[in-house]
């Protein structure tokens, strides 16, 4: 009878997978529900084995991604044998063999016989030119900096890290300068960064989505083509300067990209969009701008830091400036994972966090700053429009 119910309750669950809602926000509340589920009904063999070798997993998608075997399956129309495979690698047959069969054990290929296999959705997944910058990204630069961190944090006495001199990253490096001065001198790296930070949020809301941009920020004095509406601050390569001329390409008056001219050189084209080099711990060069606008830049820096950037643009604000911070604003209890990963992935990088709307209110203030309003549009991770204006 047990068996049965069992066997029922499985057909149940395939039933839902195969009637799964197609919107984003949808199939992720279903996604959390069963993901949540399948780890309350763990056994404890399951969680020791899931636990020691979550790192594996990592590690085995760069290999496939080296050979190109996700590009290989998902451009292949029918599976593929072991030969097959072997030819268009060129690796060894039965090194192959044991990479496929791990592979397949965790879902990111699909094994269709003896030694034939196909794309999965996951496969497909991490076959993306981003993606599969994003596995080299957090292989090569994120893991050594985790794995450091055990060690730093009971050599530290279990002190939470501020000193961005001073992180497990530097430790894992063996370097003396923060990781984003490191990063620059490393263009591999830097690609494969740049790539990874324009795909991790893939399928989330964009913050024009919730922020009304003209209505908010182009109110007041009138603007003509010489007013700057925008400045992007730190703004890498110009994604979100791209994404507000999308949203608003009819918008009055001048939108700037800045950051470091590494950055800047590799920067979209971007018609009707200044690109301009600058380094935001100096005095802010465009003055009496509607908006400056900082995605993910603080969360890299402790409070003192974060104010001492913040004090370069009170410096250039006029009565019509706001700043927006695009960030996550984290609940004070029920952290989404993917929320609680980025805050640890800070912490090893950077010595840095994600912050809690009082946490924000502290920085702020030590730059003479206060929160006009909070506009949450991404619900998962938090991720805000926190508008500051001066106190």
Known sequence: MATTNVETQIAQLQSILQNAPKDPASRQKLYDAVSDMALKLEGSGDTMQRVCYLPLQLSVANIAVDLGLFDILANSTSPLGLDDLQKKTGADQVLLRRVLRYLASVNMVEETGADTFKA???????????????????????APAFQELPKF????KYQNPYDVMNSPFQRAFQIDEPPFLWVLKHPYHLENANKWMSVQREGSNEWPDAFNF????CAGSKITPETPVFVDVGGGIGHQCQLLKDRYPNIQGRVILQDQPPMVAQALPLPGVEKMAHDFWTPEPVKGARAYYMRNILHDYPDEAGAKILRQLVDAMDKDSVILIDEMVLPTTGTHWRAAQLDFTMMSA???????EQQWKELLDKAGLKIKKVVVYNEQLRDSIIVVVPK
């Not at 003209?214 to 920020?217: F, G, S, V």
């Open 153 to 156: 944090l009971k050599d530290t």
């Open 350 to 356: 950077m010595a840095a966090m994600e912050r809690t």
């Open 214 to 217: 003209e209505a908010e920020c």
């Open 120 to 142: 999965s959705n996951i496969t497909q997944t991490l076959s993306r030119p981003l993606i599969a910058a994003g596995l080299r990204h957090n292989f090569n630069m994120c």
